[in-house]
Antibody, heavy 128, light 108 residues
Framework: EVQLVQSGAEVKKPGESLKISCKGS????????IGWVRQMPGKGLEWMGI????????RYSPSFQGQVTISADKSISTAYLQWSSLKASDTAMYYC?????????????????????WGQGTLVTVSS | SYELTQPPSVSVSPGQTARITCSGD??????AYWYQQKPGQAPVLVIY???ERPSGIPERFSGSSSGTTVTLTISGVQAEDEADYYC???????????FGGGTKLTVL
């Protein structure tokens, strides 16, 4: 059974750093893209970025480039989303989700979509 | 930046047909995907590659594409279908994802 299990809720102060995690199981972690999605309170889904753990190829939405860092440790089948200096506007639910199987030899599919399995979400609250 | 446009809300009575549209300039060249999200839950993929249905998704959910618009159709809407629905596709570069703004489906 494919599962993505995310780390627990966090309460932080502005300016603090944070790294949240997403552990995959039940599938070949290095063969599928894994992405991050933000959902601010009462708002819609935002595609933040995605990583291919097989070779750490990482892509960011222009809206999130330079604001967060996505990484993965394939030895423990875990992806990460981190901030170096949180802002109150980072308060949101963050979901990780599995993207498609990626054939590294053919480079297919080009677009790392869709997300077929989702984590339970990690609520990040940033408040002074 | 690239955008997908959805109506904020759609309302239908039980048993009727709901149609939710999503518009974007790159949709003729990129597949669209649809997700259902109920309050307090993670999204669920209900349509992939414009019109394919994942296993376990009821047959009343279908998708179609025409030019720059894709449509999620829910036939014979049930109360349990009340949720937010999001379209997703790739941006104009074809290498990044983007979500539409979401549509709240209300079952009257």
């Amino acid at each position: 059974e494919v599962q993505l299990v995310q780390s627990g809720a966090e309460v932080k102060k502005p300016g603090e750093s944070l790294k949240i995690s997403c552990k995959g199981s039940g599938y070949s972690f290095t063969s599928y893209w894994i992405g991050w999605v933000r959902q601010m309170p009462g708002k819609g889904l935002e595609w933040m970025g995605i990583i291919y753990p097989g070779d750490s190829d990482t892509r960011y939405s222009p809206s999130f480039q330079g604001q967060v860092t996505i990484s993965a440790d394939k030895s423990i089948s875990t992806a990460y989303l981190q901030w170096s200096s949180l802002k109150a506007s980072d308060t949101a639910m963050y979901y990780c989700a599995r993207g498609p199987y990626y054939d590294i030899l053919t480079g297919y599919p080009v677009a790392p979509l869709p997300f077929d399995y989702w984590g339970q979400g990690t609520l990040v609250t940033v408040s002074s | 930046s690239y955008e997908l446009t959805q109506p904020p809300s759609v309302s239908v009575s039980p048993g009727q047909t709901a149609r939710i549209t999503c518009s974007g300039d790159a949709l003729p060249k990129q597949y669209a995907y649809w997700y259902q999200q109920k309050p307090g839950q993670a999204p669920v993929l209900v349509i992939y590659k414009d019109s394919e249905r994942p296993s376990g998704i009821p047959e009343r959910f279908s998708g179609s594409s025409s030019g720059t618009t894709v449509t999620l159709t829910i036939s014979g809407v049930q109360a349990e279908d009340e949720a937010d629905y999001y379209c997703q596709s790739a941006d104009s570069s074809g290498t990044l994802g983007v979500f539409g703004g979401g549509t709240k489906l209300t079952v009257l």
